[in-house]
């Protein structure tokens, strides 16, 4: 599924293309007043046929060889990311996406250090779970928040946290393109998000047997 998110590049024409050559490939197309990135994704999964969902970043950032490995470990208690900090991971950046990301996996660390138990990258476009898991998921991050951006990554994994899911990482490939669409203000404006769901969520701790599903 190629999720076309109104981009003006003549993306939507290449992509429809592709659909009409190849039978597997199925296209989305947002048009009209753009939200977010992260928001139109989450709008699409409910069209994916497949029992298991993966996603990754149009540039192709992650090496998708690492497909196979992501799929093959997620079940209905578990979710799989692709973790750039993992020692086994071979990874190319510029400095200032190394600062912007250490800086937000840290501050993330410190507000939901309980995710990162055994992960220290929240923020990598490749994971994969159910459509169960995640249909469950958006019952309580929801879809439409423009405010919280990239951020929809760390918030699915408290609540997936706070649900009883496992997180798995496994080690990925990873190189920063030359097109990337990654801009500092934009995503600094995250830092107040990351506040204001650190104070929505501390409370869930304390209630937690009653606020969990079964």
């Keep these: 599924v190629i999720v076309n998110d109104c981009s003006t590049d003549g993306t939507k024409e290449i992509a429809e293309n592709l659909s009409k050559s190849f039978k597997e490939i199925r296209v989305i197309n947002f048009e009209g007043k753009k939200p977010t990135r992260r928001e139109n994704l989450l709008r699409s999964?409910?069209?994916?046929?497949?029992?298991?969902?993966?996603?990754?970043?149009?540039?192709?950032s992650t090496d998708i060889r690492a497909l196979p490995m992501l799929i093959s470990s997620v079940d209905d208690k578990t979710i799989v990311i692709g973790d750039r900090y993992n020692r086994k991971s071979n990874v190319k950046r510029s400095m200032k996406r190394w600062i912007v990301s250490k800086t937000m996996n840290y501050m993330t660390k410190f507000l939901f250090f309980e995710i990162s138990r055994g992960s220290r990258d929240h923020f990598c476009g490749f994971k994969a779970f159910t459509k169960k898991t995640i249909m469950h998921i958006l019952r309580y991050t929801r879809v439409?928040?423009?405010e919280r951006s990239m951020y929809w990554d760390v918030e699915m994994l408290v609540y997936a946290n706070r649900l009883g899911y496992k997180i798995k990482v496994i080690p990925v490939k990873w190189k920063e393109m030359r097109w990337s669409t990654l801009n500092v203000f934009r995503e600094s404006r995250i830092f107040v998000y990351m506040l204001k769901l650190w104070w929505k969520v501390r409370w869930m701790k304390k209630i937690k047997n009653g606020w969990m599903e079964n």
């Design 144 to 146: 439409g928040n423009n």
């Design 45 to 60: 999964f409910k069209y994916a046929k497949g029992d298991i969902l993966g996603m990754t970043d149009a540039d192709l």
